[in-house]
């Protein structure tokens, strides 16, 4: 059986859209869900700007108890920034992954930075911190909601820039949902291609019911791991029409269905995707929530 490698990213990318303060308790209990149900790797939270993202001001706390109460699941943050960073490390994260936009105009929009900033700043981290594995997100890949279509070549640039600070985690982002089959494929080989030695996720978000193909089609061009997110939440609040991820559990019964081995208990992710759906839903600003596997449930 062939792996695939799972990374819930419900707990910042979902949660970050949500309007009504989901309280710290709440956050804990649900990564404590996604964890037992076998996912070895889950992105806590973000250590941003409480004044861009209001939701992950309890980030801290989340991060913290995360760790504790699950000290065997790979925890890790996204940061925006040297002083994002600093807190995650304080919290205890040993894994963090910052964020640039292949696209000038989102980079703005997202992060307040050009992309010269945005590299010093890695650089910053980097060397502030030797120790904890930084991978970086680039987002807009495959489209950004203000320039349009983003080319191969400038993505190739966007990983060589990365690279040569050090980095080898890099996940590909399609932040709006606008990637097709033949061009992740594309996108996949021309990465792997010129940066063999680069481990490459794949972020896909499911505004056009093409999440669930797109990273099967990443995985099955040499992606190392696929970002979903649990009951489909999801959405950058800086990309006007971005929706829901790659629901977790869709995208594991699929694999599970197609041969993948992925080590997660899928009865589990259920149950977290519903507890998700039932507590969670109503609170969103207009993204849809994929709530199609929970109600369906597991039988088959
Ligand atoms: N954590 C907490 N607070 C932070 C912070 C961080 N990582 N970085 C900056 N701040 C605070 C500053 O202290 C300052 O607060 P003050 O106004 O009370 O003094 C304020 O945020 C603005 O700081 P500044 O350095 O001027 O940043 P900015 O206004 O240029 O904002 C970011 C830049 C990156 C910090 C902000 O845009 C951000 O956090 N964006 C997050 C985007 C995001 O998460 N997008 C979705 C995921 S892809
Ligand atoms: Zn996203």
């Excluded at 949500?18 to 973000?46: F, N, Y």
């Excluded at 279509?149 to 890099?170: C, D, F, H, K, N």
């Excluded at 089959?181 to 940066?195: D, G, I, S, Y």
Aim: glycine residues 8%.
């Amino acid at each position: 059986m062939r792996e695939a490698k799972i990374v819930e990213v419900c707990p910042r990318d979902g949660f970050q859209s949500v309007e009504r303060h989901i309280p710290a308790e709440e956050k804990i209990k649900i990564i404590g869900m996604l964890a037992d149900s076998g996912i070895k790797k889950i992105q806590a939270t973000s250590f941003v700007s409480p004044k861009a993202i209001a939701q992950m001001r309890d980030a801290s706390l989340v991060m913290s108890e995360a760790i504790k109460q699950r000290p065997h699941t790979r925890f890790f943050a996204l940061v925006p920034n040297l002083r994002g960073a600093e807190s995650a490390v304080a919290a205890g994260a040993k894994e963090i992954t910052t964020v640039i936009s292949l696209s000038k105009s989102h980079n703005m929009a997202n992060i307040r930075r050009t992309h010269e900033q945005s590299l010093e700043e890695l650089k910053r981290i980097r060397e502030s911190f030797p120790e904890i594995t930084v991978g970086v997100d680039i987002a807009t890949v495959f489209g950004c909601p203000f320039e349009g279509p983003q080319t191969v070549a400038e993505l190739l640039r966007m990983i060589e820039a990365v690279s040569a600070l050090g980095v080898r985690e890099i996940t590909l982002c399609d932040t709006i949902g606008v990637a097709y089959p033949k061009q992740v494929a594309n996108v996949m080989r021309e990465a792997l291609v010129h940066f063999p030695g680069s481990s490459f996720g794949i972020h896909i978000h499911d505004t056009r019911n093409m999440g669930m193909i797109n990273s099967l089609t990443a995985l099955e061009n040499g992606a190392e791991s696929v970002q979903v997110c649990a009951a489909g939440l999801g959405g950058c609040p800086f990309a006007p029409g971005a929706s829901g991820n790659t629901a977790t559990e869709d995208f594991v019964y699929m694999l599970e269905k197609e041969g993948w081995e992925t080590g997660i208990n899928f009865e589990k992710l259920l149950e977290a995707a519903r507890y998700i759906v039932q507590n969670i839903e109503g609170v969103f600003s207009g993204h849809q929530v994929n709530i199609t596997t929970p109600q369906a449930g597991s039988c088959c």
